[in-house]
Structures are given as C-alpha cells and as structure tokens.
C-alpha cells in the first residue's frame, strides 16, 4: 500500500511538474538545472546509495535497470487503470445519482481496484524476486538487513503519526 502511495504521489508530482513547465514555458524560459525537481536528485541519490551499499557491479547494476524498465512496463498500464478507476469513484461522488446508487457504484469500484492493487503488489513482488535472483549470498543479507531497517524506520514514522493525530 505504501509503494502504491508513493507511485501515485511521484506520478501527480510529474504531472504538476509538466503542467507547470508548460504554463512557465509561455512566460519565462528556466534553465535545465533548474527545472530538474528535487523529488527527482533524492531518488537519484537514495539509487545510487543503495547501489553502494549492496555493492552491485556494473554487470548487475545494467541487468537491475533492465529490471526496473520491464518493470515499470508491466506496472504501468495496472496504475494507469487503478487512477482511473479512482478518478471514475470520484465523478461519482460528485454526481447527482441517488445515494443508494452511488453507494452501488463506489462498492464495485472499490472491489475493482482492490483487484487492481492486488495485481500491482504481485508484480512488484515478482520484480523483487528477479531483483534478488541476480544477487550475491551476501548481497541478498544486505538487501533483507535494508528491508528490516526500513519497515522499522515506517513502523516508527506511523506510530509518530498515530500520537500526533490522536494529540490533537
């Protein structure tokens, strides 16, 4: 749920980012530098940070972004479909149908893209699983070792979250 989350957020971040350069390319020229977003380096930087520290070589680095790339194929038509599934339960909301029929509508949307996701998390854990298959032994301990300290640092960030929320 969270990687969905964060899909759906970098994909309204480039769409706000290409909306954006079209109405400032009517105005004011920017430089290449300066319209790169900040989103963009960090997920640069945390990429090559987490090359670093698994310690790919070049041949596994080239065959990971291959991986990503069929990836993001397969993933993308599935997201492309959860959104407008989602933008769908959202005109309906807004429509003047009756509540009951609303209500109908929203239950089979939702199941829809329960579905959807269900779909997309299979592919990602597909991806991960051809990620791992070009790792070491070692390689592989890292890379489990990363994934333990990243559901601690999200369990830790949510539970800050729930204290806050209930603080107020």
């Not at 199941?111 to 032994?137: D, G, P, V, Y």
């Amino acid at each position: 749920m969270k990687k969905v989350l964060v899909l759906t957020f970098i994909l309204f971040m480039a769409v706000s980012g290409v909306y954006a350069a079209d109405n400032a390319a009517d105005t004011v020229s920017v430089p290449p530098q300066a319209a790169q977003s900040p989103c963009r380096t960090d997920m640069k930087n945390r990429g090559a940070a987490f090359e670093k520290r698994l310690g790919l070589t070049e041949a596994q680095k080239a065959k990971a972004r291959e991986l990503r790339m069929k990836g993001h194929e397969k993933l993308k038509p599935v997201l492309d479909e959860i959104n407008n599934k989602k933008q769908e339960a959202k005109m309906v909301k807004l429509s003047r149908i009756a509540v009951w029929a609303q209500e109908e509508k929203l239950a089979k949307l939702d199941k829809e893209i329960a579905s959807l996701e269900k779909k997309a998390n299979q592919i990602r854990r597909a991806n991960m699983k051809e990620f791992e298959s070009i790792l070491t032994k070692d390689q592989r301990k890292i890379l489990k070792q990363m994934k333990k300290e990243g559901r601690q640092r999200y369990e830790r960030r949510k539970a800050a979250e729930n204290s806050s929320t209930l603080s107020k």
